[in-house]
């Protein structure tokens, strides 16, 4: 495989305030198409990732390649297939959706003519039109949001930077953006964060998960299921009961109540334990969160970009 | 980037920020027309008009330095409030046009303040070709001046309470100090000094100097183009220099 199809980021760092490292020399390569889904803890450093990817923002040092450009040496001809949608962009007020998108697409450099055919189909496809004429500001939240994912997809950038695009969405309007990005990863390279893994799993070919700067896993959601040792977890509904596991770990809830991940074969000796001593417990693989969590409490060695292979 | 496309960038700066603007809150035309005339008319309610022609001259002035403040106010806005910098930043637009389009942007939403005040000045200024001129290359300058300030400062401020603190620093030293409205002898000496420290009084003399009502001399004018050229290339050239497009 060949640099074109790939983003490799070698080294990142970024020093906000002295001493005080928000990115600690990060290193990624995953293939430039499809979702990749960057997910991780409030502070993880997933904005400021994004906003060095997307040449908004300076790093302290390394640098990243995008389909074979540099993101410092490179900065013009990456910006002419790259949009972005940040965290807390909003929709401008005192305009409306078409007036708005007519523009953004017209900073690209389209002339009004175009950004008008491109729009409307975008603003079509999102199921946002019957809101095009009314100003932002009156719009809900998640339909702000919609016009900038909409604002985006118009573009026709190759690569398409979301910095947390479903935050603020409801059930139904989340459902409908995620059939909206997976139509469009198949000729984009959509780069997006969550706080999720369940949308990672439902979207992303490649889930990264990012903890106090450091890239903890990366994989396909089968790869990272398989890097917990522990697949099962036995919850104790009742107060005061505690099992100490032959393998596995025991956690303390925010509940009070304990819970065990362990193997399966142990899982059944503990169940069979617990009904013996009347007491009222749970046995489930792991959860989604349980995964989560279990990753960014312990660091899980995050494979060396230059040694991976995909395909 | 063609010349087509960079037209379209241009275009697409002044419809957000004067075109739409106006046309969504038509109200906001009443406001850019009034803004210059207040003191214009203060003034010549004192001086019983004598002083017209030097208080329309000032308000060209304070017109052109009003749109640089009011760029940063907009260029902060958009950035921090609706992180819009960030979203044109990631596209091919560059820093040059962005700002470019902007700056044009203020002039058009001054534009309503411009033909009335240009009005004023054909009937109250009497003065040369070459005195009309020079409003125009004292307009010009100082509108340079106050757009690369304002962008400078809107690409410095992190938020809107620190971008209000700028802007507030910048009216006072632009057009609370200097006397644009009326002759810099009005004011006592130890404050002409103070005066001074602004360029927007530089400016003033050259523009009341034309309308003939107060005379300097020809070097002293000469001065005061030297000043006003030499502070907006310094200004032009930390904001090229200084300003933050990727930040740090
Ligand atoms: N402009 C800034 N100046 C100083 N520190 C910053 C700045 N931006 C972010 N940080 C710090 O860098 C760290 C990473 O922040 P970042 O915004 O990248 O996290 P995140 O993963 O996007 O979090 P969230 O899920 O809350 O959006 C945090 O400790 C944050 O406080
Ligand atoms: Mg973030």
């Given at each position: 495989m060949t640099n074109m199809e790939q983003l490799t980021v070698k080294g990142l760092t970024k020093e906000?305030?002295?001493?005080?490292?928000?990115?600690?020399s990060f290193s990624l390569a995953v293939p430039a198409k499809g979702i990749f889904a960057l997910i991780g803890r409030n502070g993880a450093g997933k904005t400021t990732l994004i906003r060095i990817l997307s040449t908004q923002l300076s790093p302290t040092s390394g640098t990243a390649q995008i389909s074979g450009l540099d993101i410092l040496k490179d900065t013009d001809a990456l910006r002419e297939i790259i949009a972005c949608v940040p965290q807390?962009?909003?929709?401008?007020?005192?305009?409306t959706p078409r007036q708005f998108l007519s523009s953004y697409l017209m900073w690209r450099g389209f002339t009004s003519k175009e950004a008008n055919l491109l729009l409307e189909k975008s603003l079509d496809e999102l199921g946002i039109k019957k809101y095009?004429?009314?100003?932002?500001?009156?719009?809900?939240g998640g339909t702000k949001r919609k016009v900038l994912v909409g604002m985006v997809m118009a573009s026709g950038a190759k690569v398409i930077f979301l910095d947390?695009?479903?935050?603020?969405?409801?059930p139904i309007s989340r459902d409908e953006l995620w059939r909206t990005l997976v139509k469009l990863k198949k000729d984009h390279f959509i780069f997006l964060t969550t706080h999720y893994l369940e949308e990672a799993e439902k979207l992303a070919d490649k889930i990264g998960v990012v903890e106090d700067g450091k890239l903890m896993a990366l994989g396909t959601m089968a790869e990272l299921r398989r890097k917990v040792k522990y697949p099962y977890s036995v919850k104790i509904l009742s107060d005061h009961t505690v099992i100490k596991p032959r393998r596995g770990e025991l956690i303390k809830g925010v509940d009070g109540h304990y819970q065990i991940v362990t193997t399966e074969k142990e899982a059944g000796r503990i169940s069979k334990q617990l009904i013996n001593r009347g007491v009222k417990f749970s046995m489930n693989p792991l959860t989604l969160d349980d995964i989560f969590y279990y990753i960014v409490r312990k660091p899980i060695e995050a494979e060396n970009y230059d040694q991976q292979e995909y395909y | 980037m063609t010349s087509r496309s960079i037209i379209s960038q241009l275009k697409a700066s002044i419809m957000v920020n004067a075109i739409y603007a106006m046309i969504n809150y038509p109200i906001v035309l009443v406001s850019t027309i009034l803004a210059p005339f207040s003191l214009l008319l203060v003034i010549t309610f004192i001086s019983r008009g004598a002083l017209t022609p030097i208080a329309i001259g000032g308000a060209l002035i304070m017109t052109m330095i009003s749109s640089g403040t009011s760029l940063q106010q907009d260029l902060s806005h958009l950035k921090n409030d609706f992180k819009v910098q960030d979203m044109v930043v990631s596209s091919p637009v560059t820093a040059w046009i962005y700002l470019l389009g902007m700056s044009i942007s203020e002039l058009v939403y001054a534009l309503p303040a411009l033909v009335v005040l240009t009005v004023l000045a054909a009937l109250y200024v009497h003065t040369s070709a070459f005195g009309y001129l020079s409003i125009m290359g004292v307009m010009l300058v100082m509108f340079t001046f106050a757009c690369s300030l304002g962008f400078l400062l809107s690409t410095l401020s992190s938020d809107v309470v620190q971008g209000w603190a700028f802007s507030g620093i910048v009216s006072t030293v632009l057009s609370a100090l200097p006397p644009v409205y009326y002759?810099?002898?009005?004011?006592p000496k130890p404050f002409q000094i103070i005066a001074y420290l602004s360029p927007a009084t530089y400016a003033a003399q050259i523009v009341q100097n034309v309308t003939g009502l107060t005379s300097f001399s020809p070097t002293t004018i000469e001065i005061d183009w030297v000043v006003i050229i030499i502070v907006t290339i310094i200004i032009l050239t930390l904001a090229v220099k200084r300003s933050k497009w990727r930040e740090d």
């Open positions: 906000y305030e002295k001493g005080k490292r928000a990115l600690k807390e962009g909003r929709a401008v007020g005192w305009l095009a004429d009314t100003l932002n500001r009156l719009l809900s947390e695009p479903t935050t603020g969405l409801d | 002759p810099i002898t009005y004011i």
